[in-house]
């Protein structure tokens, strides 16, 4: 039950009530009640760009954090994705979800494919215990993501010998053979990019570090690795890096879990495409397992991609789903809030200049700078302009028990004991 601080000072309260009072209703249709000893409500969930309006949609509503905090508050711990280095956005839902929540946030991961983003942990308390344990993961060298072509720059002039004939192609677009045992001298700032096939193979660490926490919540002590994986392209060398980064982390936690005898989750956007694809065959190919009731759920606004999953290696018995009817789901918080009938109550208090820049006119492609039509405006709306509110992603869930007290008991009913 989150808190509504500053609520009496939004200009339509009205409107913001009704939404979530719409919301708390699905979200009590659709998601069981939390339970104090019995069952956890585990939960993924990708936030869209939170918030640093980096790409001109925003900022985000202050109603928008109330729906946030009332979503998150329905789980006992939820893994959040595209949190920003600014904190500020998961500072003000925590704010309202109250003290007994907390929350471990990674650094960012730095370069162009880190985007600036961090991970976190949110949870409650009362309930879930961090066990002292954090790290982000660094894969070994020999364990690296294999890379489709090696990239070299050289920091100063430098001279290469070639073991082999070598084939290379000038910038005027002409090629020429050196022959082996020859040499060139590259000046500083140049590159050299080799083949696959070379004996030089390129290798890298994760786009954006998996973050790994251990947790205890009743009986059931857990590692829980959030990852947000490299997207690139569906196809090609970058579709090849997300392979390759959701099977590096999938072996390494599948090497640890056997080793350490521990339980092991992976949550998180593994951007899977769908339950066939080669994507998600990277993710099982280490035995982790996807309860039925996740694999064939798509979690993007559109429903036709599944990128988002919880994976399970855990020890004998104790991946156990809660009684409830619906123990599992991604959550369509846009049937509550944000919803197309919305559209013209957004358009019309929205500032002029920002209705010019993001609504009426067209800014992408070949017609840059025409007006939009109403059907152009309404569908920006839908698919651009409210996932940068609440997000592209649905929020993935899934409700485990942890209470073996019965289990425990029961293994000693028939103990034998030896009293010689």
Not at 35 to 52: E, H, Q, V
Not at 316 to 344: H, I, M, R, T, W
Request: charged content about 25%; some cysteine; aromatic content about 12%.
């Amino acid at each position: 039950m989150p808190f509504y601080l500053g609520f009496s000072q939004l200009i339509d309260k009205k409107h913001v009530a009704n939404r979530l009072l719409a919301l708390r209703e699905q979200i009590r249709s659709k998601i069981p009640s939390r339970t104090i000893k019995d069952t956890l409500l585990l939960a993924t969930w990708n936030i869209r760009d939170f918030d640093s309006n980096k790409f001109g949609h925003g900022p985000r509503l202050q109603e928008s954090f109330y729906y946030i905090a009332e979503i998150i508050s329905s789980f006992d711990i939820i893994a959040l994705q595209e949190v920003n280095d600014d904190l500020s956005a998961l500072k003000i839902v925590m704010n309202f979800l109250g003290a007994h929540y907390d929350y471990i946030v990674t650094d960012v991961t730095a370069g162009r494919s880190g985007n600036s983003e961090r991970m976190a942990f949110v949870f409650d308390s009362r309930k879930v215990r961090f066990q002292n344990v954090a790290g982000e993961i660094v894969l070994p060298e020999s364990e690296q993501i294999q890379t489709g072509e090696t990239e070299l720059v050289f920091k100063e002039s430098s001279e290469i010998e070639l073991s082999s004939d070598q084939l290379f192609i000038l910038p005027n677009g002409d090629s020429v053979i050196l022959p082996r045992g020859h040499r060139i001298t590259l000046p500083a700032g140049q590159k050299l990019v080799l083949p696959p096939d070379h004996k030089i193979t390129a290798s890298k660490q994760f786009a954006r570090t998996p973050f790994l926490v251990s947790f205890k919540a009743g009986w059931f002590q857990f590692n829980l690795c959030t990852v947000h994986i490299y997207y690139g392209e569906d196809r090609g060398e970058k579709y090849e890096r997300r392979i390759g980064e959701i099977a590096g982390i999938a072996q390494f936690l599948a090497k640890r879990a056997r080793k350490k005898d521990e339980n092991y989750i992976m949550l998180g956007d593994f951007n899977i495409l769908t339950p066939d694809d080669r994507t998600m065959a990277a993710l099982k190919r280490h035995h982790f397992i996807i309860p039925p009731q996740l694999e064939n759920l798509p979690t993007n606004l559109f429903g036709n991609r599944h990128y988002d999953q919880i994976a399970f290696m855990l020890r004998e018995n104790e991946l156990q789903l809660g009684d409830s009817p619906q123990n599992a789901g991604a959550f369509d918080f846009y049937k509550s809030v944000f919803q197309g009938k919305d559209f013209e109550y957004y358009y019309e208090r929205a500032s002029y200049s920002y209705r010019e820049k993001i609504w009426d006119i067209e800014s992408t492609g070949r017609h840059k700078g025409e007006p939009r039509s109403y059907q152009q405006k309404f569908e920006h709306y839908l698919k651009v302009w409210r996932t940068f509110q609440m997000s592209d992603h649905l929020p993935m869930w899934i409700e485990l028990k942890i209470n073996f007290s019965d289990q425990f008991l029961s293994k000693h009913v028939n103990h034998k004991h030896n009293y010689t």
